[in-house]
Structures are given as C-alpha cells and as structure tokens.
C-alpha cells in the first residue's frame, strides 16, 4: 500500500519536522489550539511547543517575538486561520520584518468540504502572494512536503505551506524531484499543458491521461512553489507546447492561474491560454468534495470536457 | 535608579521642554508627525531612557542584554527620536531629516533605526511580540532583574483584540518578565477613551479591574511627574509580586501647551500660524520659567 494513502502531507511534514526539532533546540512550534497525531510527539518537546488558544493574531505576534530572539517558528492551524484571519499579522510581523517564521496551513481548497465558507481555503493563494520576502508552497504529495521541512528550516526567511488534508498516492515516490526547482514537470506531452498545484495536481495528471486517449497529448507541471514562480524553467518546459491550461481549486482572481499568467504576458508569450478554477461565488454545497467539485466544474471529467471545447 | 535631587528635577523638565519644542520642530518642518502624542509621553520616555530605567547600550543596539523596549503605539516615535539621539543611538541631525529623503526616521518606528526594537504604527502588535520575547528569557532562565520586556501601548489601543489575545498567553505563562505601560491620555484620533460624551467615544474603564482580572498587578501614576515616575518604576526589577506588572500612566495629550491640551482633533494635526504662534510661547514660557528656577537652586549658566 502506498504510505500517502496512511498519512497525509501535513503529517509527512510533521514527522521530518521532529527530528528538526530533536537536533536543534532553538526551534519552537506554535498551535492556535490545532493539533495532529504527528504533531503530539513535537507538542510534548520540553520548551519547544506552545498552544496560544484560538488566538491567530497572537500566535503570528508570538511567532514575532520568538523569531527576533533567535527561534526558527512554525505556527500551525487550518489554513484561512493562517492566512486571511490573520493576515496583517504575517504581512507585518513575518514578512517585513523577513523572519526565520514558517505559516502551516491545512486543508487547502475544498479540503474542508462540508464545513463551509468560513473553513474553505479558497482566496488564501490571492491573498498571501503580494507580500515581499514570503515564499510559498504547495505540496502535491508527501514526498515533496517531508522535504519541505528541512527547506523551511535551512532557508531563514518567511514560508507559508498549505497542505491538503489528503494525498491519494504519492506522485514523486523513488522519482529523482529537485525540490529547489520549485516545479516538476509531472508528465510530458506536446500539444497542451497543464499548470496546476496542490491536490489538483492528481486531478491534472487525470485529465491529461484522458486528453492523452482523445489524441490530444497532453503534460502537466506541478508548480509546488507558487511564490517565486521558477519562471526560467517553466518558460522552457513551455516551449515544447502549443497550449496552456491552469487548473486550480481556488478563485480565478489573483490565484495560481493569474500568477501564470503574469509571468507569459511579462515575457511576452502569447500562446493560446486558458485558465480554469472556481466562479466567483461562495460554496455552500455539501455532500463531499466531488460534489462541491462537480459543482464548480473542477471535477477531471468536466475539465476534460472543457479543454476539448476549448480546443475546437 | 537615583532619588531625584531638586536640580536635577528641574533639569529634566528643561529636558522634557526641548524635547516638546524639538518634537514641534521636526514636525512643522516635515509637515507631519503625531505631536500631541508625542507631548503625552515626554516624561515617561526621559524616565525610561534618561532616568536610568532602561537597560541599553549605545554601541550595540541589539547587545544581548539590553532590556526589550517595544513602542507598541508606533505614532508616538517622533516623541521617541529627540530621547534616542539625545543619549546617543545617532547623531543629533538625523533628527533635521525627520520623514526626509535617505533618513530613518519615519512617521512610524521601524527597526531599522538605532535603539529601535519592531516596526509598528498598526496598532495591537507590539505586546503579542512582547510575550514571544517574554517566553524566550522564560525559556533561558534569565531573571527580569536582567532583562524586562517592556511594551507601550496607547490607551485607544487597548481596543485592538490582539492585546487581549495577549494578556491570555502573559497570564497563562505568568510571563511577570513584561511589563505593560500604557499611556493613558484620554484621546483616540477622534473620540475620547474615558467617557461616553458623543458618539466619537468609547470607554475603557474600568481599565485597572479589567487588567488586574487578566493578572497583572497595576500601577497608577501621574505620567507628567518625574519623582512620581521614578518611584513608580524604582523597583519593577527587584518586585516580589510573581506578577506581569501593568503600569497606567495617567497623561494629557498634547501637554505642554494648553492650545492643544486635551482636546479633540489634535491627534494627527501640526500647528501652523497662529495655532503655531501659541504653542510655541507656550513652550518658550515654560522654558523661561525652568530656567529661572534653574539658576535659584543653583544651577550654572550653560
């Protein structure tokens, strides 16, 4: 069985994370009473953990304080508690400041499906992007978040990583991933390629395997690091197609989608290009996570469906 | 700390009146700058930097063992800057730049001027980040008798939420290692913080129950008064009370001329003509008077 199916990003993170933790004692984790099973054995580290309550402007101020005295911080709740709750927090204690404070959020998009809007981790990428000095991350699979701890930790800056709640399979297992890439070019094609991120990734490479059946041959590149975007590479992964899909889980405003699409119309590339995500609308839909996809048309069949409408 | 002699009393309120007229200055010259707040907070800065409260070093401004000064109302660093170049952080000229091209001396305070510990001027900031530094010397084992973690806030700020998300961590770590001055003047930008007159204002009191509930032990003092000053702050190292300490400083916005005193609106306003004309010889009044003073009990002409 593969292991992404037993633990989920989050948890892969948490594990590499301990033994961090273990070997430096100048690293501390800060909960707005959000825990994990792999989080409990770091919560029980003597002088490295501190629950602030449901607190999330005082667990990033905290984070602030512990930072300018020397701590590697990681704070950790579900991600609009990390983000959007407290966004002036992170822009102004974290950011510019630019101190060694990673955000961990989890349940990115849907992942919290039947909880609604105010558990929904969609605008989170619009929001966190305009801030200097901040890197982001979004794991597809738990190989490429277990590695993600020790980036976190090696690089003395701002991070913000938004897990998803669950990793289907693990994409990237015995593959050779340079993680300072930033993007890996998950499958080839030549024809069209999609962008996409997170766990839609796994959608992205279903999609392109029924693109691939209709004779359309068809990549995707996973662009875990969304904030900076490896532009070089992703231009030159671009060059071997005709077109470009971003596929996301999240709003068209100011997402990964817009963020590509900065980066062609900066360097001048005018391929033809579509973005698909989510309308502009709150969802209140419940029933599941393919529901609320099916919904949205995000589902890998209905984006199937409106590249090939695309194409024609 | 020393008990304060009746020259050296009158010496620092010559100090505090050259930082009021300094404060006036940089502010008509740059056109900006919070005066009012500024002249509420004089004496407590002069007794914090001047009066041997503060522990610091002019060499290295982030030297270890320095105590943590956080200006949690971060429109109050104009009122700051005069007191930080006057014991020596950067040269007296810098404060000729004040909000001038290549200088750092902005509006706000911002870390990277000397003697300055966090950027602030969003308010609600500065005791959350004060806990994280409280935690760490917690973690260390090192005593407040060697390190306090100071934070000032506004009175008006106490209405952010994130102080109160605060004072939960400080009193469930019994961080007594911070202590909290508020600077209590009465005023937001526009309302009053004391009393309900208008639908400008929002009341805060009782201020002293609800910090004593949330664990602090509290302190009053008349906030324009050295020798209350220094006796409030004379032994918040060596106290026994296992407490976070909070000390209300009782302050008139805008002290120092009466033109501006306690009254609304002057928040984010600099005097210009004649506004200018009265605060000024208010100022150079007092300055007269001090000086008078100065010379009877001895004092030698500079």
Known sequence: MN???????????????????????????????????????IS????????????????????????????????????PFVTIRCLEFVKLD???????????????????????????????????????????????????????????????????????????VNLYENKPVNINHGLIHTKSGNQVCIISTGRMVHNAVKVAEKLDKEGVSTGVVDLFRLKPINSALLLEILTNYQKIVTYEEDY??????????????????????????QKDAFVYDLGGREIIWKRLGLDAESVKEKILHWLT | MNKLAPLEHIELKLKANWVRRKVLQMAVKAKSGHVTTAFSLTELLLTL??????????????????????????QAAIGIYPILADVGFFPMQYLDNFLGENSTLGVHSEPHTPGIEVLTGSLGHGLGIASGMAYVAK??????????????????????????????????????????????NHHFTIGRTDSIITQRDVCLD???????????????????????????????RTRNIEKPLAIIADTVKGNGSSYIADKRFWHYRVPQGHELQHVETDLENEKLQLEKEYLILGGKHE
């Open chain 1, 3 to 41: 292991k992404g199916n037993i633990l989920g990003m989050r948890d892969s993170f948490f594990v590499e994370l301990l033994r961090i933790f273990k070997n430096d004692k100048n690293t501390f984790l800060i909960s707005a009473d959000n825990g994990a099973p792999t989080m409990d054995l």
């Open chain 1, 44 to 79: 029980d580290l003597e002088g490295q953990f501190l629950n602030v309550g449901i607190a999330e402007q005082q667990m990033v101020a905290m984070a602030c304080g512990l930072a300018l005295e020397g701590k590697s911080v990681w704070f950790y709740a579900i991600d």
């Open chain 1, 94 to 168: 974290m950011c510019a400041m630019n101190l060694p404070i990673t955000a961990l959020g989890v349940g990115s998009g849907y992942s919290y499906d039947n909880m609604g809007p105010t558990h929904h981790a969609v605008g989170n990428i619009a929001t966190m992007r305009p801030w200097p000095n901040l890197t982001i991350y979004s794991p597809s699979d738990n190989i490429i978040a277990s590695a993600l701890a020790y980036i976190s930790y090696e690089d003395r800056r701002p991070h913000y990583i938004k897990f998803d709640r669950t990793t289907p």
């Open chain 1, 252 to 277: 068209l405003i100011g997402g990964m989608g817009s963020a590509v699409a900065e980066i062609l119309v900066d360097n001048g590339i005018f391929k033809h290009f579509l973005r698909i995500g």
């Open chain 2, 49 to 74: 930097y001047e009066g041997g409260v503060l522990k610091y070093r002019l060499d290295n401004s982030k030297w270890s063992g320095r105590d943590r000064f956080i200006l949690s109302e971060g």
């Open chain 2, 139 to 184: 973690l260390d084992n090192i005593s407040k008798e060697e390190r306090l973690i100071m934070c000032l806030t506004g009175d008006g700020e106490l209405c952010e939420g994130s102080n109160w998300e605060a004072f939960i961590t400080i009193q469930s770590r019994n961080l007594d290692n911070i202590v909290l001055v508020v600077n209590r």
């Open chain 2, 206 to 236: 009782p201020l002293t129950s609800k910090l004593e509930s949330f664990g602090f032990e509290v302190r009053l003092v008349p906030g324009h008064s050295f020798p209350k000053l220094f006796s409030v702050f004379a032994d918040i």
